[in-house]
């Protein structure tokens, strides 16, 4: 599945109503953020993660969605669970995020 950029407009309607999602917070600004793109994306398109959805948000644009994760430094991943905050970092690490995803 492909990564989706969402604001603080579409936040609602993508993570509400999806049962497993993991959103990336990043800054234009932000190398970690960039180097950690194409593993975000790899994630995304690997089978075994089918049922979630994978999200991206500019934190710097979208204080709504930022808020709902409490970032506190980027990039900053964080899983929902049926609308509903499981679980944040900051970390560049992809076992990391591995890890994340997989307690969805």
Not at 4 to 30: L, P
Not at 44 to 67: G, P, Q, T, W
């Amino acid at each position: 599945m492909a990564v989706e950029k969402i604001t603080d407009q579409s936040w609602e309607e993508n993570v509400s109503n999806k049962e497993n999602v993991i959103v990336k917070y990043y800054a234009d600004w932000c190398g970690s953020c960039k180097l950690f793109a194409p593993k975000f994306k790899r994630l995304s398109n690997d089978e075994k993660y089918a049922s979630v959805s994978f999200l991206e948000v500019n934190a710097e644009e979208n204080e709504v969605a930022r808020a709902a994760a409490g970032v506190d430094n980027l990039p900053f991943f964080a899983i929902f669970k049926n609308g509903k905050l499981v679980e944040g970092t900051a970390t560049s690490k992809e076992e990391v995020v591995v890890s994340l995803i997989e307690k969805l």
